[in-house]
């Protein structure tokens, strides 16, 4: 568990580094997100963004089992 931990901890360091580089990426506006804008209201739901991340978050902690 210790070990999760501290990887886990160094992966966000480095994602908290490279985060302005990582803006730039495309994600965030794909086809299937939701987005409302009505007046002075705006709703945004990253449905197909999410599930990209899942389903790569899936393969990798997959992969890392085997």
Same mark, same amino acid.
């Given at each position: 568990m210790q070990q999760l931990l501290i990887t886990l901890g160094i992966v966000l360091l480095l994602l908290g580094f490279l985060w302005p580089w990582l803006s730039q990426l495309? $994600?965030?506006r794909l086809p299937g997100d939701i987005?409302?804008?009505r007046?002075? $209201?705006?709703f945004y $739901?990253?449905?197909m963004t999410g599930l990209?991340?899942?389903?790569a978050l899936t393969l990798l902690l997959w992969w890392l089992r085997k």
């Open positions: 495309p $994600f965030g987005y409302i804008e007046g002075n $209201f705006s $739901f990253p449905l990209l991340i899942s389903i």
